[in-house]
């Protein structure tokens, strides 16, 4: 799937962009799945454990900011992941035994659609070893004016920059005013639907408000090496598991390959996401609610 030019420049910058990662056949699959997903949320109110509203969201107009755990909600979501195109580059990047670790659709509806602020994954979710990834799938066509992402090439290499806010409060983003944060070297990935984005977990990133009158659904699979073990700190849902249901849990979200149960441990800077912020049930709410600084113009 991949070239030796684009794993190189994986390895060299942090991220890669992957064009026609799935069929046409799954990409209208997706779209129709997701499409069904949105109407269904005119039934609801409040964000819950599928959906998480955006303001303005009615059941005359649907708009929401995030389809949660979608691969939990229908199965063509996770038979996707497991197709021979994305598995494939994940194979090349992580190796023959990988898992996931969560997926999520985000949701920029036109004319406002938020934000994400710059961060790193790896402030949320610190692992025993840094093979970890996220692949987003666009699932509309991206350009610059509906909230594409954007990242730091070469960050993955740098410096863990700070997550917490001025009262030491994990807040999901870094301080734009860090000197770290290099913002003039940001590079935007825009391309047609079906395109797929790869980043490091340590890579810096985030996405501005969607401006346009069209909608920008990306679906975010966050994948690790299986021997890449998650440290305590995270509100991963699986660390609140008995062991018994983390074993199960585990096996279910094995992509390629099998569970490797012998961590490997490799330095990495690492500052746990704690304490955490008054409502971390999404990045939008850890930002929002830990007082993160914007780096967009609003």
Not at 98 to 114: H, R, T, Y
Not at 165 to 168: A, E, H, L, R, T
């Given at each position: 799937?991949?070239?030796?030019?684009?794993v190189?420049?994986?390895?060299?910058?942090?991220?890669?962009?992957?064009?026609?990662?799935?069929?046409?056949?799954?990409?209208?699959?997706?779209?129709?799945?997701?499409?069904?997903?949105?109407?269904?949320?005119?039934e609801?109110?409040?964000s819950?454990?599928?959906?998480?509203?955006?303001?303005?969201?009615?059941?005359?107009?649907?708009?929401?900011t995030?389809i949660?755990?979608?691969?939990?909600s229908?199965?063509?979501?996770?038979?996707v992941l497991?197709?021979?195109r994305?598995?494939?580059v994940?194979?090349?990047?992580?190796g023959?035994?990988?898992?996931?670790?969560?997926?999520?659709?985000?949701?920029?509806?036109?004319?406002?659609?938020?934000a994400?602020?710059?961060?790193?994954?790896?402030?949320?979710?610190?692992?025993?070893?840094?093979?970890?990834?996220?692949?987003?799938?666009?699932?509309?066509?991206?350009d610059?004016?509906?909230?594409p992402?954007?990242?730091?090439?070469?960050?993955?290499?740098?410096?863990?920059?700070?997550?917490h806010?001025?009262?030491?409060v994990?807040?999901?983003?870094?301080?734009?005013?860090?000197?770290?944060?290099?913002?003039?070297?940001?590079?935007?990935?825009?391309?047609?639907?079906?395109?797929m984005?790869?980043?490091?977990?340590?890579?810096?990133?985030?996405s501005?408000?969607?401006?346009?009158?069209?909608?920008?659904?990306?679906?975010?699979?966050?994948?690790?090496?299986?021997?890449?073990?998650?440290?305590?700190?995270?509100?991963?849902?699986?660390?609140?598991?008995?062991?018994?249901?983390?074993w199960?849990?585990l096996?279910?979200?094995?992509?390629?390959?099998?569970?490797?149960?012998?961590?490997?441990?490799?330095?990495?800077p690492v500052?746990?996401?704690?304490p955490?912020?008054p409502?971390?049930?999404?990045?939008?709410?850890?930002?929002k609610?830990?007082?993160a600084?914007?780096?967009?113009?609003?």
């Open positions: 799937m991949l070239s030796e030019d684009q190189r420049s994986y390895n060299e910058n942090g991220y890669i962009l992957v064009e026609d990662a799935v069929s046409p056949e799954q990409l209208a699959r997706l779209r129709q799945v997701t499409y069904d997903l949105i109407d269904k949320s005119r609801i109110t409040e819950n454990d599928v959906y998480e509203l955006d303001e303005g969201h009615s059941a005359a107009e649907a708009r929401l995030r949660k755990t979608p691969h939990r229908n199965p063509v979501y996770w038979e497991q197709d021979v994305v598995a494939e994940l194979r090349q990047l992580l023959p035994n990988v898992l996931l670790q969560s997926a999520k659709l985000n949701i920029k509806a036109p004319g406002g659609g938020p994400v602020e710059w961060h790193q994954d790896w402030a949320f979710y610190p692992c025993t070893n840094d093979s970890l990834l996220a692949c987003g799938l666009m699932l509309d066509d991206v610059l004016a509906n909230g992402l954007q990242v730091i090439p070469g960050s993955h290499k740098g410096p863990l920059l700070s997550h806010n001025g009262d030491g994990f807040c999901g983003a870094i301080d734009p005013s860090d000197a770290d944060f290099h913002h003039e070297k940001a590079v935007t990935l825009t391309g047609k639907a079906g395109s984005t790869v980043h490091h977990v340590r890579t810096l990133h985030g501005a408000a969607n401006r346009s009158d069209r909608m920008r659904m990306m679906l975010f699979y966050e994948c690790l090496a299986a021997d890449a073990w998650p440290l305590m700190g995270p509100a991963s849902y699986f660390q609140r598991l008995p062991q018994r249901e983390q199960a849990d096996q279910e979200r094995v992509i390629i390959g099998e569970p490797i149960v012998t961590p490997r441990i490799k330095a990495a500052r746990l996401p704690l955490p912020a409502d971390g049930g999404s990045i939008f709410k850890t930002q609610t830990g007082g600084r914007s780096s967009f113009a609003t």
